[in-house]
Nanobody, 122 residues
Framework: QVQLQEWGPGLLKPSQTLSLTCAVS??????????WSWIRQPPGKGLEWMGH???????DYSPSLKNYTSISRDTSKNQLFLQLSSVTPEDTAVYYC??????????????WGQGTEVTVSS
């Protein structure tokens, strides 16, 4: 059973940099075929894909966030990281990490973390 656990600061001020960690257990983040993403959900809004890192380490980002977002990993700790710079109150959201897999012709997220709430406020 794969488990993902996110954590982070909870509260930031505008212009600060958000740093989140996602610890993965029950499976390696370097296992071939899997993609590990960061997704967020602002209050009252839908899910927003922020970016992902593939099993071999390559990354892709949402065009609207790519100038502010960095996704990285520590394979020795089996952890993923998200950095979001110059945060504003609009970055207030629950942040999730999730594993995506391709099976039977579909690409879908089969495991999610429970999410970590981040509030940006002065």
């Amino acid at each position: 059973q794969v488990q993902l656990q996110e954590w982070g600061p909870g509260l930031l001020k505008p212009s600060q940099t958000l740093s989140l960690t996602c610890a993965v257990s029950g499976g390696s983040i370097t296992t071939s075929g899997y993609v590990w993403s960061w997704i967020r959900q602002p209050p009252g809004k839908g899910l927003e894909w922020m970016g992902h890192i593939r099993y071999e380490g390559s990354t892709d980002y949402s065009p609207s966030l790519k100038n502010y977002t960095s996704i990285s990993r520590d394979t020795s700790k089996n952890q993923l990281f998200l950095q979001l710079s110059s945060v504003t109150p609009e970055d207030t959201a629950v942040y999730y990490c999730a594993r995506w897999t391709y099976s039977a012709g579909s690409f879908y997220a089969d495991y999610w973390g429970q999410g970590t709430e981040v509030t940006v406020s002065s």
